[in-house]
């Protein structure tokens, strides 16, 4: 894979390095971080109760809709 340089404040890199295990490079530090940041967006989209109804309305609700 091809790397690249970016361009970031001297303590944010020192803040990363933080994070680090022996012998990590800060690709392999950022990937993790990454990676953890993912699993805890997809963990708050799946357990956000805005908009929601329980099982039991949702069931009423479609009793209603369809209807014999």
Request: aromatic share 6%; net charge positive.
């Amino acid at each position: 894979m091809e790397n690249t340089t970016i361009a970031i404040r001297k303590d944010l890199k020192e803040r990363i390095a933080t994070f680090g295990n022996k012998g990590e490079s800060y690709s392999d530090i950022l990937e993790r971080i990454y990676d953890s940041a993912i699993k805890t967006q997809i963990r708050e989209l799946l357990m956000d109760d805005k908009n929601t109804i329980s099982a039991k309305e949702a069931l009423e609700k479609a009793k209603k809709k369809w209807q014999k």
